[in-house]
């Protein structure tokens, strides 16, 4: 609303006239887009640096030291190298569907937080199927995977795009239960909603969470299938240096490269903003009492996603990397039955505990 009237009030400054309603809209809404694309790209820099700090300082060295006070330029650094690379395409790759597929993955990557919301009416689009807009744009990622794998008429590539079509289908499988079991005791789809059926009186506000309830297995679940989803460490597998080079992206350089990585990076961030709104409590402060409350939303929701994600770089750091079948057995075998039984007993649990949904 406030961008809606402040581009309302600037055309009427600057041509005398009112801007038509569409307009404004249109504006407000597209400046709106434009800012959460750049603090996300900023936030990837930033996401990428503390990655290389946190495995640098497990190793016992220094990580990036030299571009920038303490190194901290120097993801931009790299970012600019990869810019200004020539792109170079093999000559018997698919050159449509080659550029398209690093496009397909970034832009999937941003869209779906267009429904998170980072604090109190902080949202682009409260819409209210907000968890299935991310299950379906998260659903439709490993179709940059699969198009970039195909596309580059190269045999390791093509081994890496049909293991990605594996491991992320085999994940979502236990992500989408245990999604479900969070929408039975919240009673929504809404994820603004969900944060909200999380807020409990009195001081210590954290046990309304979810994480501290029930379902506290499966955020274990969710984590470590994010891990999986994103292809973190230990599961790998589809970059596996020693089997497949680099994976589907081997044949990939400069700008089109770098938008595979961006879209990684934001996709990592995508999954530590829905354990904070799933089971952290969102924007939520942990307790009702003075200093923390005096906290700003956007603030606590930002804290619980750096803990996500300093909890998924101490796992890329010292956890070994998984074999293939001990991937899917721990999908299949162990997660899926998991979450299925948990489906099971959360709604026995608010049925005959809470007394309806």
């Avoid at 970012?79 to 832009?107: Q, S």
């Avoid at 980072?118 to 744009?137: E, K, M, P, R």
């Avoid at 992500?175 to 005791?185: C, E, K, N, Y």
């Avoid at 954290?206 to 994010?226: C, D, E, N, Q, T």
Wanted: charged letters at 10%; one cysteine or more.
């Amino acid at each position: 609303m406030a961008l809606f009237d402040f581009w309302t009030w600037l055309f009427a400054a600057a041509f005398g006239v009112a801007l038509p309603f569409g307009w404004a809209y249109l504006l407000s809404f597209g400046t709106l887009i434009l800012l959460m694309v750049l603090v996300l790209a900023v936030s990837v820099a930033f996401f990428i640096l503390a990655d290389r700090k946190i495995w640098a300082a497990v190793q016992l060295r220094r990580g990036p030291n030299v571009v920038g006070a303490f190194g901290l330029l120097q993801t931009i650094a790299d970012a600019l190298k990869f810019f200004f690379k020539e792109p170079i395409i093999p000559a018997g790759a698919n050159k449509v569907l080659f550029i398209i597929a690093p496009l397909v993955t970034a832009t999937l990557a941003f869209a779906a937080w267009a429904v998170m919301p980072v604090n109190a009416d902080w949202v682009v689009s409260n819409i209210n199927v907000g968890i299935l807009y991310i299950f379906a744009i998260s659903s439709l990622g490993v179709y940059g995977v699969l198009i970039a794998g195909w596309s580059s008429n190269s045999k390791y590539p093509f081994l890496s795009a049909l293991r990605a079509a594996a491991q992320m289908v085999s994940y979502e499988v236990s992500i989408g239960f245990v999604i479900i079991t969070v929408l039975l005791f919240a009673g929504s789809l809404n994820l603004s909603a969900i944060v909200h059926a999380q807020e409990v009186p009195g001081i210590f506000a954290l046990r309304g969470w979810y994480a501290f309830s029930l379902l506290f297995p499966m955020l274990v679940i969710f984590f470590v299938s994010s891990l999986a989803e994103t292809q973190r460490p230990p599961f790998d597998l589809l970059e596996a240096e020693s089997e497949l080079v680099a994976g589907f992206m081997v044949e990939y350089s400069s700008t089109p490269f770098l938008l595979f990585f961006l879209g990684e990076y934001i996709n990592v961030m995508t999954l530590c903003a829905m354990m904070t709104v799933l089971f952290l409590g969102g924007w939520l402060s942990p307790l009702n009492i003075a200093p923390f409350t005096f906290v700003p939303g956007i603030v606590w929701f930002i804290l619980k996603i750096l803990f996500l994600f300093f909890l998924m770089a101490m796992v890329k750091a010292i956890v070994p990397r998984y074999r293939y079948d001990q991937l899917m057995r721990l999908g299949w075998k162990v997660f899926l039955p998991t979450s299925l039984a948990w489906v099971v007993l959360a709604a026995a649990w608010v049925v005959f505990v809470r007394g309806g949904v």
